[in-house]
C-alpha cells in the first residue's frame, strides 16, 4: 500500500499531470459558462414567452369586459378554464371569495396586491391527486372591487430546470472523471519514458559511456530531447576517449623526452668537466624543453580549439591571401628538401574565421608532407607537393598533395586523434599533434578535414564553409 501511495504521489507531482489538471480546470470552467449561460438564456426566454402569453390573456380578457362587463368575463373564464391548459383563471370578490376560474384558492393577501408574483397552489394533477403546483400570476382590481388572477402553471418549466441542473452537474462529474484519467494516462506514459531516461542517466553517470536514451519512434519532444541528449552523450564519450588516450599517449610519448631530458642533465653532472661540455649539455637540455614546450602548445591549442575559445580571433578574410601568403613562406624550404611546390589558387576565396589559424593549418600539412614525402637514400627525387585553393558552390576546398608512402585507409581516421602516430613513423621526429590540429581547426572553421588516396601519395582536403553561401 505505501508503494502505491508513493507511486501515486509521485505521478501527482509530474508536470505532465499538473498540465493535464491545468487544462482540465480551464476546459471545466468553459463548459460551466457555456451551458450556465445557455440555461440562463433558455430561462430567460421561457419566462419571456409566459409573460407575453399571461400580458395576451389579460388582454382578451379585457376586450371581454369592455364588452359585456363582469356576467361577459365569468362566461370566459369559464369557457377558458373547462379547456385543458397551463393558464390559471380566477375572479374572486373583493373579500377573496372565488366567483370563476379553474384556481381552488389563494391567499387574500395576494388578491389585496396588484402586479406580478410567483404563487404555490393545489391543482389535480391525473392520477397523483391533488398537488401542490407553482405558477407565475399577474392580479388586477377590476371596476367594483372584484379581483382577477391569470397565470401560467410553471411547474413543468420547474422539471425541466431540474433537469437542466442535473444534466450540468453530471456533464461536470464525467468531465472531471474522464478528464482525470486521461492526465492520469498520459502522466503515467510520460513518466514511464521520464523514469527509463532517468534510469540510464543513471547508468552512464556511474561510469557506462556507452549508454543511450531510447528513443520512441514518435517523433515527439522526448524523443527529438532525447536525440539531442545522445548525440551530446556521443560527443562527450568521444572527448573522454580523447582524453584517455591523450594520457596514455603523453605517458607514452613524453616519457622518451623527458627521460632524455633527464640524462643529460644527469650526464652533464656526472661527466661535463669543462664549460664547453656544460655549456653543450645546456644547450641539449633547452632544445629538449623546447621540444615538450612545443608539444604542450600544441595540446593547450587544441584544446582551445575544441572548446570553441578563439572567438576572439575570427573574423572575414580572404583565404587565398593566406594560402599564397603560406607557399611563399615554404617555396624554399621545399626546395631546399629536393621537392617543387606546385601552387593553383583561385581568387576570392571568402571565409569568415581565424587567418593566423588557417595559416598554421596549412604550415602544418605542408610540414608533414616535407616530412614524409621528401626523398631519401632510395629515392633521390620525389613528386612535387601540389597546393590547391578553390571555390566549389558554396565551399571553399583546400588540398594539399604529396607522393609520399600515403596512409592506409583504415587508419586516416585515426591518424586525426593526438599523439597518433603509425609504426613507419615511430623513427621520424614529432609527437603526432600536427594532424590532430589541423582538425581543430577545420572544426573551428565549421568545416572538415579529409585525408584521401593520392595514388601515390596522400591528399589532405580542408572543405570549409565560404563566407555568405547557404
Known amino acids: 500500500m505505501g508503494g502505491f501511495l508513493d507511486s501515486l504521489g509521485k505521478l501527482l507531482r509530474t508536470s505532465a499531470f499538473k498540465l493535464s489538471a491545468f ?70 370578490t373583493r373579500t377573496g371569495r372565488p366567483v370563476a376560474g379553474n384556481v381552488e384558492a389563494v391567499s387574500p393577501r395576494l388578491l389585496a396586491q396588484p402586479g406580478q408574483h410567483r404563487i404555490s397552489y393545489e391543482r389535480v394533477s391525473g392520477e397523483d391527486g391533488m398537488r401542490i403546483h407553482r405558477a407565475l400570476v399577474r392580479v388586477y382590481h377590476l371596476p367594483g372591487g372584484n379581483r382577477l388572477l391569470v397565470g401560467r402553471d410553471i411547474e413543468e418549466n420547474e422539471r425541466m430546470r431540474d433537469v437542466v441542473r442535473r444534466a450540468f452537474v453530471w456533464s461536470l462529474f464525467w468531465v472531471f472523471l474522464f478528464g482525470g484519467v486521461g492526465g492520469w494516462i498520459v502522466a503515467k506514459r510520460l513518466l514511464g519514458r521520464v523514469e527509463a531516461m532517468t534510469l540510464t542517466t543513471r547508468s552512464i553517470m556511474a561510469g557506462d559511456l556507452g549508454g543511450r536514451l531510447a528513443i520512441a519512434g514518435t517523433g515527439d519532444e522526448l524523443d527529438r530531447l532525447a536525440e539531442s541528449l545522445n548525440t551530446m552523450l556521443g560527443r562527450i564519450e568521444e572527448l573522454m576517449a580523447g582524453m584517455r588516450q591523450v594520457s596514455d599517449n603523453i605517458a607514452h610519448d613524453l616519457k622518451t623526452p623527458l627521460t632524455r631530458l633527464r640524462n643529460r642533465a644527469d650526464g652533464a653532472l656526472r661527466e661535463a668537466r669543462t664549460p664547453e661540455e656544460l655549456r653543450a649539455a645546456l644547450e641539449g637540455a633547452i632544445e629538449e624543453g623546447d621540444n615538450l614546450i612545443r608539444v604542450f602548445d600544441a595540446l593547450l591549442m587544441i584544446a582551445r580549439l575544441e572548446a570553441g575559445n578563439a572567438g576572439d580571433l575570427v573574423r572575414d578574410f580572404d583565404a587565398a591571401d593566406i594560402a599564397t601568403d603560406v607557399a611563399e613562406l615554404y617555396d624554399a624550404v621545399v626546395e631546399e628538401a629536393g621537392m617543387r611546390l606546385d601552387v593553383q589558387i583561385a581568387p576570392d576565396l571568402p571565409l569568415r574565421g581565424s587567418p593566423e589559424l588557417l595559416a598554421q593549418a596549412l604550415s602544418n600539412l605542408i ?6 614525402a621528401a626523398p631519401d637514400g632510395d629515392h633521390a627525387v620525389a613528386g612535387p607537393i601540389r597546393l590547391v585553393a578553390e571555390r566549389a558552390d558554396d565551399r571553399v576546398r583546400i588540398s594539399l598533395r604529396d607522393h609520399g608512402p600515403g596512409i592506409p585507409e583504415k587508419e586516416r581516421e585515426r591518424v586525426l586523434g593526438r599523439f597518433i602516430r603509425l609504426e613507419h613513423s615511430r623513427n621520424r621526429p614529432g609527437f603526432g599533434l600536427g594532424l590532430s590540429l589541423v582538425a581543430a581547426v577545420a572544426r573551428l572553421h565549421g568545416g572538415t578535414l579529409r585525408l584521401e588516396d593520392g595514388a601515390p601519395g596522400l591528399v589532405a582536403v580542408l572543405d570549409l564553409p565560404a563566407e555568405g553561401g547557404s
Open 23 to 92: 487544462y482540465l480546470v480551464i476546459f471545466a470552467v468553459t463548459i460551466f459558462l457555456t451551458l450556465g449561460y445557455v440555461t440562463w438564456n433558455a430561462q430567460r426566454l421561457v419566462n419571456q414567452q409566459m409573460v407575453s402569453t399571461i400580458e395576451a390573456e389579460i388582454t382578451g380578457l379585457a376586450e371581454q369586459f369592455e364588452r359585456g362587463g363582469l356576467p361577459r368575463l365569468i362566461r370566459s373564464i369559464n369557457r377558458r378554464s373547462r379547456s385543458p391548459s397551463a393558464s390559471l383563471y380566477l375572479i374572486t
Open 367 to 372: 610540414d608533414n608532407a616535407l616530412k614524409y
